[in-house]
């Protein structure tokens, strides 16, 4: 039997582990009031945590900010032991138009972030464009991307970058050459190459098919579903969850993931500063391989 001495120790050792606890959870509690979001929203309940891109007027493009925020939130969610899986959306019925080319406001925001000419300004694209992309996918707890409506360019790296992609029927998919290039990762090399070399959207069908998307649902039942499948995850153990998700993404690493993206970067960068090559439209906040698959889906591309 155990002496008054050791239980009273043991009490104690509980009491501390206790403390410790509430304290975790306050301290998270305390972040999440005290953090104000412009760009997105974050809510956790039940487990689940769910940051929504939050620019309608423009299309949920990502600005700096946005990609700040959205890195916020998931530091938020992975300082709180109660979260266990975080869904990743956009509002308004739309994901991402991908990223923002222009806003007064988002090169405000940029601008103010100070990085000088070379080496800085160097590093503050790498981290917007690959840093917090990895960052994510290896985020130590499950995500899921909600996609409605368009899914573009960096709204397909962020959409990469979780681990499961449930979309609505209407979704429909850009890819391109983007900096953080996981397609070929996301739908093998062929039918990356197809799909970038023509520039045309794809289904929310077609992703599924080719291996981007792992469920497909009618618009009405795509957040219920998605919360669903969230609050299944969340009764699984932490322990189990972090520990399959680390094995599959070293499975991937295996076949060179992280170390291809990286490289793969340095492409899109010479391809920036080819002499006379421009990506934009001329006037236009538009990409010209963007406005080529929107004249696509429009009928209007004519072909001499």
């Known amino acids: 039997m155990p002496g008054p001495r050791l239980e009273?120790?043991?009490?104690?050792?509980?009491?501390?582990?206790?403390?410790?606890?509430?304290?975790?959870?306050?301290?998270?509690?305390?972040?999440?009031?005290?953090?104000?979001?412009?760009?997105?929203?974050?809510?956790?309940?039940?487990?689940?945590?769910?940051?929504?891109?939050?620019?309608?007027?423009?299309?949920?493009?990502?600005?700096?900010?946005?990609?700040?925020?959205?890195?916020?939130?998931?530091?938020?969610?992975?300082?709180?032991?109660?979260?266990?899986?975080?869904?990743?959306?956009?509002?308004?019925?739309?994901?991402?138009?991908?990223?923002?080319?222009?806003?007064?406001?988002?090169?405000?925001?940029r601008k103010a972030l100070g990085a000088k000419p070379g080496i800085q300004t160097y590093d503050q694209f790498k981290k917007y464009n690959l840093d917090l992309l990895l960052k994510w996918r290896n985020f130590p707890k499950p995500t899921i991307a909600m996609v409605e409506g368009y899914c573009i360019y960096a709204g397909w790296m962020l959409a990469a970058a979780m681990d499961v992609v449930f979309a609505a029927e209407d979704?429909?998919?850009?890819?391109?050459?983007?900096?953080?290039?996981?397609?070929?990762?996301?739908?093998?090399?062929?039918?990356?190459?197809e799909l970038i070399f023509e520039s045309r959207f794809i289904s929310a069908d077609e992703a599924a098919r080719y291996g981007l998307v792992n469920r497909v649902l009618p618009a009405a039942d795509l957040e219920r579903e998605t919360m669903a499948w969230a609050a299944r995850v969340a009764q699984?153990?932490?322990?189990?969850?972090?520990?399959?998700?680390?094995?599959?993404?070293?499975?991937?690493?295996?076949?060179?993931?992280?170390?291809?993206?990286?490289?793969?970067?340095?492409?899109?960068?010479?391809?920036?500063?080819?002499?006379?090559?421009?990506?934009r439209m001329e006037g236009e906040n538009r990409l010209l391989a963007v406005d080529l698959a929107v004249r696509g889906k429009r009928g209007t591309r004519e072909v001499a």
């Open 171 to 193: 979704a429909e998919f850009l890819a391109g050459m983007v900096e953080y290039m996981s397609i070929p990762w996301d739908i093998g090399v062929r039918r990356a190459k």
């Open 236 to 279: 699984n153990s932490p322990e189990v969850l972090r520990m399959a998700k680390l094995s599959m993404n070293k499975a991937q690493d295996a076949q060179g993931f992280s170390q291809a993206v990286e490289d793969t970067l340095g492409d899109y960068c010479a391809m920036m500063w080819m002499p006379g090559f421009s990506l």
């Open 8 to 109: 009273r120790g043991v009490a104690f050792f509980v009491s501390a582990v206790r403390m410790r606890s509430y304290s975790r959870a306050s301290e998270t509690a305390r972040e999440r009031r005290a953090v104000t979001f412009q760009d997105i929203a974050y809510s956790a309940q039940d487990g689940i945590g769910v940051i929504t891109l939050n620019r309608p007027t423009y299309r949920n493009a990502q600005s700096y900010r946005m990609l700040d925020e959205i890195d916020a939130a998931f530091d938020l969610a992975r300082a709180d032991e109660d979260v266990r899986v975080v869904v990743v959306r956009g509002s308004a019925g739309v994901f991402s138009t991908g990223h923002d080319l222009g806003t007064e406001e988002g090169m405000a925001y």
